[in-house]
């Protein structure tokens, strides 16, 4: 039970505390079950105090130091705790909702079963902190570091995580249903069987947070899911050294697949030397129905057929003007039975007229055999 004395003595407000605090630095404090809120301890040390289940509704304690204190099941919604010391307290199941937390330090605390629902946590510090079967439905976690922390099985749905750091953390088994992530820091943390969809929806897990939104929204929404179907029904990809010379010829290729309602793009790049060119090509090739491939300049797509045709099984279809050959080990493409023949034409007219009456229907026909083969 709470000590009446020390209830006394927080009547008289923080300064009150403070030094009756200094003069008894070993004194053990006893709130547990004590009703403080509201109160204003704004900047008040309670350190080492036992506050197990206390109410402090709606209590002004920013700036508190409140390091290692034992607040188990404290009942602290809506209280200001904005820059408060809770490094290494105790706040198992106690209720924290819409709570303002905004920089405070929660530095190894145990927050295990704590309700957080609707708190403010923007820039807190969160390291380390146990949080398993927390609740931080519609927390605010922006730009809050949670390095390291326990959010396993934690609810986070409708929680916001922008520029939130979570390198390190486990979040295995939790709840983020509604999430909004943006530019999350999450190296080495564990993102197993993170649950995607509504409480009362059958559980769909996934393991990456960053593409849990892009992943219920194909399964929820058929616009979006139709909007996919007709970029990777449309999209052509041509790939190629754009020279002066070569350039000319690809153009007028992308102009008349946009005459045939395909919708080209066109990769010109100055040197392919580095690991963004090849997640750029793969990107690019998977939302494709089909790739083609100037070998006219052959030096120039070496390094984008050996990123994607071993990986990738799409179409691909090569072109060559006649008179120029292919570099020597370009053949060995001929082993992916997605790589369609080599053709070889004179004039950019001929180009055109087999680019409609045969590279596309022979492309399409690929595709369609694909697919089946995937089924």
């Not at 924290?96 to 957080?116: F, H, R």
């Not at 927390?134 to 390095?147: H, K, P, Q, Y």
């Amino acid at each position: 039970m709470a000590d009446k004395t020390l209830l006394r003595i927080l009547d008289q407000g923080v300064d009150a505390w403070n030094a009756w605090r200094l003069e008894n630095p070993d004194e053990k404090v006893d709130l547990s079950g004590a009703d403080l809120g509201p109160a204003n301890l704004r900047g008040g040390t309670l350190l080492a105090a036992i506050v197990t289940g206390a109410v402090i509704k709606e209590t002004l304690l920013g700036k508190a130091n409140l390091h290692n204190l034992n607040l188990i099941e404290a009942k602290l919604s809506r209280a200001d705790l904005t820059w408060t010391d809770l490094s290494g307290a105790d706040l198992t199941r106690c209720d924290l909702s819409e709570a303002k937390l905004v920089g405070a330090t929660l530095v190894k605390a145990k927050l295990s079963g704590a309700n957080l629902s609707g708190a403010d946590l923007f820039g807190a510090n969160l390291s380390k902190a146990d949080l398993k079967n927390t609740d931080l439905g519609n927390v605010n976690l922006i730009e809050a570091d949670a390095s390291g922390a326990k959010l396993l099985n934690a609810d986070l749905r409708l929680a916001a995580l922008v520029n939130t750091t979570l390198n390190g953390a486990d979040l295995t088994g939790a709840r983020i249903h509604g999430i909004s992530a943006w530019n999350v820091n999450l190296k080495g943390a564990i993102q197993r069987d993170l649950i995607i969809t509504r409480s009362d929806e059958s559980s769909i897990t996934v393991d990456n947070l960053e593409v849990a939104q892009f992943i219920y929204l194909l399964l929820t929404n058929e616009k979006i899911r139709d909007v996919i179907d007709t970029i990777t029904s449309k999209v052509v990809l041509i790939l190629g050294r754009f020279t002066k010379e070569r350039k000319a010829t690809l153009d007028t290729l992308r102009d008349r697949l946009r005459q045939l309602d395909l919708s080209p793009i066109m990769f010109d790049f100055p040197r392919p030397t580095d690991r963004h060119f090849t997640e750029t090509v793969k990107i690019l090739a998977q939302l494709a129905r089909f790739v083609i491939v100037d070998f006219t300049a052959a030096r120039s797509v070496q390094q984008e057929l050996q990123a994607t045709v071993p990986t990738l099984a799409i179409p691909f279809v090569p072109i060559i003007k006649k008179g120029r050959k292919p570099w020597s080990m370009a053949r060995d493409f001929n082993l992916y039975h997605w790589v369609l023949p080599l053709h070889v034409y004179e004039k950019d007219a001929d180009l055109l007229v087999a680019l409609e009456h045969e590279l596309i229907p022979a492309a399409t026909h690929k595709r369609e055999e694909l697919r089946c083969l995937k089924k």
